[in-house]
């Protein structure tokens, strides 16, 4: 029933491995992305994925990678983890570029 | 200047009473509106948008929006505890997916 899913809810792991993010969505929706929320609750968008066009916010660091097998997934790779890391990452989905958007229940991400 | 700013707050009302929230942005081509609410532990969840200037209500929840002031808030009737959360705006321009910008949120707490 869940209309985008993320796996797994937690994540804790030690600095310098590389770990990935699965989200699935199943409303059909055409858009897809990935927020990190950090510690101060600021919400604050990494990727967006719409008809195969990736938009990277230039302020995320290449260590972190979009990987989109089809419309209704979007995972995220990150590469060499790093303290400044740890987060709850968001994925979302909406109808078409600028809908509002549907939140998965984001993965808590911890850096040990 | 930040892009999208909201009192953190905490905003405190009695239940029953009217909870006024706002937001303000700086981008003059900013074309579409959402309220979020995020309550702790949680993942946002979309309580209005709004694209056109005017009032839009939805139960005891109305958005205004003045583009020429670049403000808009969200004015939810008859508070009940339940409303207890943090209120998130964002802002979009339109066509442009990766430039959905959030304000760091509202913290509200309606006393019983």
């Known amino acids: 029933d869940t209309a985008v899913s993320q796996t797994p809810k937690y994540l804790v792991t030690q600095m310098g491995n590389d770990k990935s993010i699965k989200c699935e969505q199943n409303l059909g929706h055409d858009t897809m992305y990935w927020y990190k929320q950090d510690s101060k609750k600021f919400l604050k968008i990494m990727f967006s994925?719409?008809?195969?066009?990736?938009?990277i916010n230039e302020t995320v660091p290449n260590r972190f990678s979009p990987k989109s097998p089809d419309k209704a997934h979007l995972n995220l790779h990150i590469n060499s983890l790093e303290l400044g890391d740890s987060a709850v990452y968001f994925c979302a989905s909406s109808l078409d570029t600028n809908q509002p958007q549907h939140f998965g229940d984001g993965t808590r991400l911890s850096i040990l | 200047q930040k892009e999208v700013e909201q009192n953190s707050g905490p905003l405190s009302v009695p239940e029953g009473a009217i909870a006024s929230l706002n937001c303000t942005y700086s981008?003059?081509?900013?074309?579409?509106f959402f309220w979020y609410r995020q309550y702790s532990g949680k993942s946002p969840e979309l309580i209005m948008f709004i694209y056109s200037n005017g009032d839009k209500e939805d139960g005891r929840f109305t958005a205004q929006l003045n583009k020429a002031s670049q403000y808009v808030s969200l004015l939810i009737r008859d508070s009940q505890p339940s409303d207890s959360a943090t209120y998130l705006c964002?802002?979009?321009?339109?066509?442009?997916?990766?430039?959905?910008?959030f304000g760091a949120g509202t913290r509200l707490t309606v006393k019983p």
């Open positions: 981008d003059r081509g900013s074309q579409s």
């Open positions: 964002a802002v979009n321009r339109l066509g442009n997916n990766n430039d959905m910008r």
């Open positions: 994925y719409n008809n195969k066009e990736l938009i």
